[in-house]
Structures are given as C-alpha cells and as structure tokens.
C-alpha cells in the first residue's frame, strides 16, 4: 500500500513552525482497558462515559498535551467513566520535523473509517482499520466523547458538531470556540464524531469535534485545554476545582454557528486557490472565483459565503480541500 509519506507534496519549506514539544508516549503504551494507550477510569457512581481523544491524526499533537496532563495529575471521574485515550500512535510516531505533515497517519485517514461497513469488511486492512477496530468496543460504550485536532493552517479554532441539532446544541453549551461548524462530514468517510449512535438524531449520545488552531502552535494547546476541561465539567464526570489550575480561559463573547452546504473535492492534483486563504474568509456576492479545479473554476454558490478549513496540504484526488458554508446564527 502506498504510504501516507510517499502522498503528501508538501515540504519542510512549506510548513509552519513546530513551536510545541511532541511528549513521549512510550509510558502510556499499556493502557488499562485492554487496548494499548487507552485509559478506563470508573468511579462506581451512576453517571455518563466520557472519552477525551488526542491524536486522531498523527501529528495533531495538542490534544496528545492535554490528555497527558490529564494522566499524569491522576485525574479520576467523581460519577460515571471517563476514557482518556491516544488513537493513531503509529503515525504519530513517524513524526519528522523535516515532513511534519507526512505523519498524519500510516496507510488510510483514521477519521474516515467510522462506519460499520468500513470497520466489520474484514477483507480490507490497514493500520488505522486495525487500531479503529481495537478501540471500537471502547467507543461503543461512550455517551459523550470529545475529539481533539488540529489544523493544516493557521486560523481561529473551530467545534465541529456535524450535522445533527443535538450537536449545534452541544457546542453551544460548551461555550467555546466562538464558531461552531456544522457539516456532514466528508465524502471520503465517515469521522468518529459522526460514528454510531453520535450520528443517529434519536440517541442521547453525542459527540464533539475541536478543530484547536494549527497543529505546532502553542496556542492551540491552550485551547486544548480549554475545551477539555470545559468538557469534563458540562459533562459532570469532574468537577471545575479538581482540573489543573489555568485550563478554562475566558469565554467568547458569542458563538456562531455556520452550516456547511458542500464541500469542494479535488478532482485531480491540478487544484489551486484564488487567494492565500487559512479559514472563515467571507466573500460578499455569489459567483465569485475562489479557486480552479482541474481548470474549472470554483465559484461562491450564494452571497456571503464562508471558507471553512480550506488547505491544500493533503492534497489529492477525492480529498475535500476546503468546504462552503452559511452562517445561520
């Protein structure tokens, strides 16, 4: 199978600095829930299962900060479970500061394998599949789980809550970031947010996804934290006071909600922007030029359109380069 380095096109020269340490994970290895580098803590009162998960990409480290911390201060719920887990340890392990974007993951993304057909098709096989399917009994006991990455570009941080009002109504109570992306997800596969129950309107399990910053900044460890401890008190599972001091930082004066309506998907490696854009530019009329795909232009589809988490860094045929989106409140 080719691999994730062979793909990536980008280089050393094109990347941001790598301005956060990436820790060392070797101690954490055996776990305690029968699953390496995931943590299980029970606190025998009645209470929901909350999982906070780092490193659903390689080399989305601050997550990887935040749940190490977490660790490390011995954290335990005072109701429910909490699982603190690391995901694609594989790929972050390859991590090389001369390709710093190559270490996304192995074989496949790990964020787009969440469906039952992808993870029960036994004839397909690939090291995120594997690690997805190790962690899969874990996940299906969840009620609430946080997902934390980080981005390709430098932009203003961003709660994904798909596509559901129970999302929306999540990262709303969260309070932080102060723009919250709905969206379906993308046409590759399925993310972990949107995985089983998190997706189904009818289950009170829901999920969460935290877009930090960019992924070497230190900044989006501040945000890291911030979401994460702000998770852990909505959820209950902790309380604020036994939280490492300095992790809740003030919250946005408001938070709005943009619904993606259509992503924009490279039909070929020939895809280039129109302007140098990181996230959330807004262009005010429709029909404006944003981009050529495979020659074709790309064109704002309505007035005041928003870019949301466009990069060409993965750039491939079939991947999802930015998405278009509305703001709705």
Known sequence: MTTHADETHMNAADAYPVDVEFPDLAPYAAGNAGVPYVYTFDSGMAGPHVMINALTHGNEVCGAIAVKALLDAGVRPRKGRLTLAFANVDAYLTFDRRKPDASRFVDQDFNRVWSAAKLNDRSVDSTELRRARAMQPVID???????LHSMHEKSAPLALSGPLDKGIALARQLGAPATVISDEG???G????????????RSARN?????????WEPSAVTVAKDCTARFLALTGVLDESDLPAGWFAPKPDAVRVIRVTEPVVAKSM?????GPYTG???????GTVIAWNDGEPVVTPYDNCVLVMPSLRQLRPGVTVVRLGQVVA
Do not use: N
């Not at 399925?190 to 309107?201: E, K, S």
């Not at 020939?270 to 129109?274: K, L, P, S, V, Y």
């Not at 959330?280 to 429709?286: I, V």
């Open 141 to 147: 006991t969840v009620d609430m789980l946080l997902d």
């Open 186 to 188: 993308h046409p590759e």
């Open 190 to 201: 399925r993310r972990m947010r949107d995985y089983a129950d998190f997706g189904d309107p």
């Open 207 to 215: 999920a969460l996804l935290v877009e930090c910053g960019q992924h």
């Open 270 to 274: 020939d895809f280039r922007f129109a």
């Open 280 to 286: 959330l530019e807004t262009f005010e009329k429709a």
